[in-house]
């Protein structure tokens, strides 16, 4: 794990540093891997000693066999997978499971190679460059790159609502009171918590122009700026919002208040549809893992081991991890189960997004949208 862990860390500072213009090469020199080589065949069992000698030995049994087990045989091969993933959230946990317990996709002859991107936007550069097979990203930062780019497909729904919540510092009593302040967000347009923002914003009357939005990271970073008092306020997510909570910072507002808010998918996987017709088998490996892997999230017996992922991963204590495992898949269900694109909640987020002033808004979604690997998987 070390060697992965100091790759993302390299990476979030060259993006940090460099911009997306920087980080793209690194991406490309790091891109999908080929398959790994074969493992050297056992080494033979030790010879046994040597019988005394007034007694010839008896004959040294061969090794036992493996005891049968119920689970399917994994595949002779594995492919190492390329995902682009904005930071370690519960949005990302299927593929955040898939590398923190390998043998869950490995089982599924794939393994996960997590890329950081730091916001949607850069996801979506990330696969629009050819550097990555599929990436987690909004509709709305992915919708202008397929309007450029028809090769480049929604091939997976990955979380249906919005769970944001709308924090302030302690002197903001009501939103009307954000009117002329900063806000902080993961990027000025395209990420899921700048639309949550957005929207909130506007359901308590103030639109864009009535304040400002920084770019200041994804959800650690946010509450970090909180803290440090440079943004007077954010949209975020659990667990870092009982963390917000616990320092002190006021929740003006629930994403779930709002039904235009709750009938949509926020995430969305895409992938190229050049590659994935090409490398079917490994694309289906895939995405065959990541069914079986939000199953898995979405079993009460693996709680324990779910909480134990996010308090490593996402650097959080067992309460804030407790509570996102309840807000995310237990009151909310969050992760899309079988991850397929819905078009109703893609229309009701394109509505959202003509509603906070994004132009860029197609009109027909199916063009954009290839359900057949899902489909293929879940037969």
Same mark, same amino acid.
Request: net charge neutral; aromatic share 6%.
């Given at each position: 794990?070390?060697?992965?862990?100091?790759?993302?860390?390299?990476?979030?500072?060259?993006?940090?540093?460099?911009?997306?213009?920087?980080?793209?090469?690194?991406? +490309?020199?790091?891109?999908?891997? %080929? /398959? *790994? !080589?074969? &493992?050297?065949? @056992? $080494?033979? =069992? #030790?010879?046994?000693?040597?019988?005394?000698?007034?007694?010839?030995? +008896?004959?040294?049994?061969?090794? %036992? /066999? *493996? !005891?049968? &087990?119920?689970? @399917? $045989?994994? =595949? #002779?091969?594995?492919?190492?997978?390329?995902?682009?993933?904005?930071?370690?959230?519960?949005?990302?946990? %299927? /593929?955040? !499971?898939?590398?923190?317990? @390998?043998?869950?996709?490995?089982?599924?002859?794939?393994?996960?190679?997590?890329?950081?991107?730091?916001?949607?936007?850069?996801?979506?550069?990330?696969?629009?460059?050819?550097?990555?097979?599929?990436?987690?990203?909004?509709?709305?930062?992915?919708?202008?790159?397929?309007?450029?780019?028809?090769?480049?497909?929604?091939?997976?729904?990955?979380?249906?609502?919005?769970?944001?919540?709308?924090?302030?510092?302690?002197?903001?009593?009501?939103?009307?009171?954000?009117?002329?302040?900063?806000?902080?967000?993961?990027?000025?347009?395209?990420?899921?918590?700048?639309?949550?923002?957005?929207?909130?914003?506007?359901?308590?009357?103030?639109?864009?122009?009535?304040?400002?939005?920084?770019?200041?990271?994804?959800?650690?970073?946010?509450?970090?700026?909180?803290?440090?008092?440079?943004?007077?306020?954010?949209?975020?997510?659990?667990?870092?919002?009982?963390?917000?909570?616990?320092?002190?910072?006021?929740?003006?507002?629930?994403?779930?208040?709002?039904?235009?808010?709750?009938?949509?998918?926020?995430?969305?996987?895409?992938?190229?549809?050049?590659?994935?017709?090409?490398?079917?088998?490994?694309?289906?490996?895939?995405?065959?893992?990541?069914?079986?892997?939000?199953?898995?999230?979405?079993?009460?017996?693996?709680?324990?081991?779910?909480?134990?992922?996010?308090?490593?991963?996402?650097?959080?204590?067992?309460?804030?991890?407790?509570?996102?495992?309840?807000?995310?898949?237990?009151?909310?269900?969050?992760?899309?189960?079988?991850?397929?694109?819905?078009?109703?909640?893609?229309?009701?987020?394109?509505?959202?997004?003509?509603?906070?002033?994004?132009?860029?808004?197609?009109?027909?979604?199916?063009?954009?949208?290839?359900?057949?690997?899902?489909?293929?998987?879940?037969?």
């Amino acid at each position: 794990m070390s060697a992965s862990l100091d790759r993302r860390a390299f990476l979030r500072v060259a993006l940090g540093a460099g911009g997306w213009g920087l980080a793209m090469p690194l991406f +490309a020199a790091c891109g999908p891997a %080929a /398959a *790994p !080589a074969p &493992t050297a065949a @056992p $080494a033979k =069992p #030790a010879e046994a000693p040597k019988a005394p000698e007034a007694k010839p030995a +008896a004959p040294v049994a061969p090794p %036992a /066999a *493996p !005891a049968p &087990t119920t689970a @399917p $045989a994994a =595949p #002779a091969s594995v492919t190492k997978i390329s995902y682009a993933m904005v930071t370690y959230s519960p949005y990302h946990i %299927a /593929a955040i !499971a898939a590398a923190e317990k @390998p043998e869950l996709m490995r089982k599924h002859g794939a393994e996960i190679d997590i890329i950081i991107t730091n916001n949607s936007p850069n996801s979506v550069n990330a696969m629009v460059g050819g550097s990555v097979n599929f990436a987690g990203v909004t509709p709305e930062a992915a919708w202008p790159a397929q309007a450029q780019t028809p090769d480049i497909q929604q091939v997976m729904g990955v979380a249906n609502g919005t769970p944001y919540q709308l924090f302030v510092t302690p002197e903001i009593k009501q939103v009307a009171e954000l009117k002329g302040k900063t806000l902080g967000a993961s990027a000025a347009r395209g990420g899921a918590d700048t639309t949550a923002m957005q929207i909130l914003l506007l359901e308590n009357g103030l639109k864009e122009g009535d304040y400002s939005i920084v770019q200041v990271g994804p959800i650690a970073e946010r509450t970090a700026a909180m803290k440090a008092g440079t943004i007077f306020g954010c949209a975020q997510q659990e667990p870092q919002s009982t963390q917000l909570r616990d320092a002190g910072f006021v929740e003006l507002d629930d994403a779930d208040n709002y039904p235009a808010l709750k009938n949509v998918q926020t995430l969305v996987v895409l992938a190229r549809k050049s590659w994935y017709q090409s490398n079917m088998d490994s694309a289906l490996r895939f995405v065959r893992a990541w069914v079986d892997i939000t199953k898995w999230v979405y079993d009460p017996a693996n709680k324990d081991e779910l909480l134990g992922i996010m308090v490593s991963t996402m650097k959080v204590d067992q309460k804030a991890a407790e509570n996102a495992y309840q807000r995310w898949w237990v009151k909310a269900q969050t992760a899309t189960s079988p991850p397929l694109v819905d078009l109703k909640m893609a229309a009701q987020q394109a509505e959202n997004q003509k509603r906070v002033g994004n132009t860029n808004v197609p009109d027909d979604f199916s063009k954009f949208v290839d359900n057949s690997l899902v489909e293929k998987a879940l037969t």
